[in-house]
DNA sequence: TATTGTTATACTCTATAACTATA
DNA sequence: TATAGTTATAGAGTATAACAATA
């Protein structure tokens, strides 16, 4: 025989909540909903270091791949290369990094980074390592170690 | 001793590859990354749909949550109440998705889905287990179903 | 006085075409 | 003729303030 307690959840599932089950099996659905705590995450982080996703993403590719062209750099990350220069600028202005005209082919910049840059980057790492250590707290670091393995196998579909 | 292949890999990924490690131990990067492929997917898949993410999840939850307020789907979905207006214009115009005024609450719309509507969900879910599947092909159910899981529990940081 | 749906608006992200300077 | 960086621009997505109708 059924509980009341049973009997009223129920009637709460299909009267009062609003339940999204459906979409929550959808691995498209739960990818994006989780991907945008963790911006909204990285933004209170990241709050003093004024730094983007992007911009980030783009110190620590410039630190990586020094004096590399412009244009690799933007594509490694997965920026058009228009929509790049408007960042470069703002990272320029800022004195976090440098574009150089290349010697070799003077079409080219060569991007690297400042030493006001390296030295943000050294702070923006520490907050960086703070949310991976705050999903470790919440997945632990095997699961956190598996859910990137399985994430840049989904990427090549 | 090292073999010539080696050696030349080597030199290639120091001078010719653009190198992201760092980045793809983070999860907010890789998660990101593997997010815009799978929303890529989705747009071939649903191609000749006409049917964007948001579109495709509101006739979902719609249809899972018959009746309910305009409001309570817009927040279930995480979408702006006054972006959802466009939203729901564009599905009632194409005849897929209705506005009841609400008796109990004349401020309020009740939402539902059309015949057409429920017709073109069907077609969508196709598409969207389709998707599903090729994931499974590429990572296998179980990991699926846990990749689901954790993303989940990371939702909540 | 508060809430639902709406309008208006602004800001960010992203995508494409076309220019310039070099090659 | 092709490429690197740039400019201009347009579209999508998202966030906030304020209004009318209703509670």
Same mark, same amino acid.
């Given at each position: 025989?059924?509980?009341?307690?049973?009997?009223?959840?129920?009637?709460?599932?299909?009267?009062?909540?609003?339940?999204?089950?459906?979409?929550?099996?959808?691995?498209?659905?739960?990818?994006?909903?989780?991907? %945008?705590?963790?911006?909204?995450? =990285?933004?209170?982080? =990241?709050?003093?270091?004024?730094?983007?996703?992007?911009? =980030? /993403?783009?110190?620590?590719?410039?630190?990586?791949?020094?004096?590399?062209? #412009?244009?690799?750099?933007?594509?490694?990350?997965?920026?058009?290369?228009?929509?790049?220069?408007?960042?470069?600028?703002? $990272?320029?202005?800022?004195? %976090?990094?440098?574009?150089?005209? /290349?010697?070799?082919?003077?079409?080219?910049?060569?991007?690297?980074?400042? $030493?006001?840059?390296?030295?943000?980057?050294?702070?923006?790492?520490?907050?960086?390592?703070? #949310?991976?250590?705050?999903?470790?707290?919440?997945?632990?670091?095997?699961?956190? $170690?598996?859910?990137?393995?399985? $994430?840049?196998? %989904?990427?090549?579909?």
């Amino acid at each position: 025989m059924r509980s009341d307690v049973e009997a009223e959840s129920e009637v709460a599932a299909s009267n009062d909540v609003t339940e999204l089950k459906e979409m929550n099996r959808i691995v498209g659905y739960v990818l994006r909903r989780a991907q %945008l705590a963790l911006f909204e995450d =990285f933004a209170r982080r =990241f709050k003093g270091l004024d730094l983007t996703p992007a911009q =980030f /993403s783009t110190l620590v590719a410039i630190r990586e791949n020094p004096e590399r062209r #412009q244009s690799d750099i933007a594509a490694a990350l997965g920026i058009q290369r228009p929509n790049f220069v408007a960042l470069m600028d703002n $990272l320029e202005r800022r004195g %976090l990094a440098e574009r150089v005209r /290349s010697g070799a082919d003077r079409r080219s910049n060569a991007l690297a980074l400042t $030493l006001a840059g390296t030295a943000l980057l050294e702070r923006a790492m520490a907050a960086q390592a703070e #949310q991976e250590a705050a999903i470790r707290a919440r997945i632990g670091e095997p699961e956190r $170690l598996r859910l990137i393995d399985t $994430l840049q196998r %989904l990427t090549g579909i």
